[in-house]
């Protein structure tokens, strides 16, 4: 499975930003799709994740905030990102979990989100 991320760019605070990842290869053995962060000198850490059901589960620093979204048809997952914070400044990932795996199984390159006036 590749996973490809677009959409990072710069944001002024208050603003917001959609990011898009496309997915590709042996891609029905794919459940959860995600997105985690990663900020200079801190831990990758989760941001928001989405089934195959549509189940979704968020971070509690974005909950209200940020809004994630699958195309199962598409193969594409999206995160919508409001009312941004410069807290919110990371590398953001996305992920991709098989059926039946506690843990991520593939990653996609990174898209740089940088929040600031």
């Known amino acids: 499975v590749q996973l490809q991320a677009f959409g990072g760019g710069l944001v002024q605070p208050g603003g917001s930003l959609v990011l898009s990842c496309a997915a590709s290869?042996?891609?029905?053995?794919?459940?959860?799709l995600g997105w985690y962060r990663q900020a200079p000198g801190k831990q990758r850490e989760l941001v928001a994740t989405?089934?195959?059901?549509?189940?979704?589960n968020y971070a509690d620093g974005v909950k209200g905030r940020f809004s994630i979204s699958r195309d199962n048809a598409k193969n594409t997952v999206s995160l919508q990102m409001n009312s941004l914070k410069p807290e919110d400044t990371a590398v953001y990932y996305c992920?991709?979990?098989?059926?039946?795996?506690?843990?991520?199984?593939?990653w996609g390159q990174g898209t740089l989100v940088t929040v600031s006036s």
């Open positions: 992920g991709a979990k098989r059926w039946a795996s506690s843990i991520w199984n593939y």
């Open positions: 290869g042996s891609v029905s053995s794919i459940n959860a």
């Open positions: 989405i089934t195959n059901s549509g189940s979704t």
